[in-house]
């Protein structure tokens, strides 16, 4: 198994600034992920981030808006830019268990944009 | 492509009733199937999964689902619902090779309610 701290564990921010969310894991990864839950909804793959490659980002999602950073194996951050109401999200790193078929998931960042 | 549909975004049982959770999916490659439980607030926690191998998985909380190829369908229950039970339940999906593989595709969510 693998133990996933996200920082910040929420914050309220204005509109038109920048939010980094930090993921750290307590065990080297290769495949790590990034979700969005909006309120009330399901949740939603923002991109894929691999150690070594540009990470890939799902339909609808850019990386101006969302910049992501892998330096290693253990850590990955996701920027939220240029910040609007409609970015009030629960954002949410995981990790794939490979061969366990497991995906393991951070307590999430909940954001508020005001 | 996959998708994830889960019947019933509500759902409301009584204390000591069968719970039963539908999710029918989508996939065009062999499919890694997912339940997670989210309490109000919190983060999201593995329930169960089926990878390979015998098609009716038990996981936490007492909670069982089966595979069924045929009808393309990962159903949920429990055999008797606990107040505690009381959170959304989220089908997911992921292909089991390929270029999305660990990619997951959540359904809606299913919110249960327990009655005293």
């Known amino acids: 198994s693998a133990v996933i701290s996200q920082k910040p564990s929420r914050d309220i921010c204005q509109r038109g600034t920048s939010l980094t969310i930090q993921c750290q894991v307590d065990?080297?990864?290769?495949?790590m992920f990034w979700y969005r839950q909006q309120p009330g909804q399901s949740l939603t793959l923002i991109a894929t981030?691999?150690?070594?490659?540009?990470?890939?980002?799902e339909s609808g999602f850019v990386i101006d808006k969302f910049p992501i950073s892998r330096p290693n194996l253990t850590f990955s951050t996701l920027t939220v830019s240029n910040m609007s109401p409609e970015d009030s999200s629960i954002y949410l790193c995981s990790v794939w268990g490979g061969g366990s078929g497991e995906q393991y998931f951070g307590p999430g960042t909940r954001l508020t944009v005001t | 492509a996959q998708s994830v549909t889960q019947l019933g975004s509500h759902v409301s049982v009584s204390e000591g009733a069968l719970v039963l959770l539908r999710c029918n999916y989508s996939?065009?490659?062999?499919?890694?199937l997912f339940w997670y439980v989210q309490y109000p607030n919190q983060g999201l926690q593995l329930l169960l999964k089926y990878t390979t191998g015998a098609t009716l998985v038990k996981g936490i909380n007492g909670f069982e689902a089966e595979f069924k190829k045929s009808e393309t369908s990962f159903h949920l229950t429990k055999p008797s619902a606990h107040m505690s039970d009381a959170a959304e339940y989220f089908c997911a999906v992921s292909p089991a090779g390929g270029t999305s593989y660990g990619k997951l595709t959540f359904g809606q969510g299913t919110i249960l309610t327990v009655h005293p």
């Open positions: 981030a691999n150690q070594g490659s540009e990470a890939t980002y």
């Open positions: 065990s080297q990864v290769t495949m």
């Open positions: 996939s065009s490659v062999p499919p890694y």
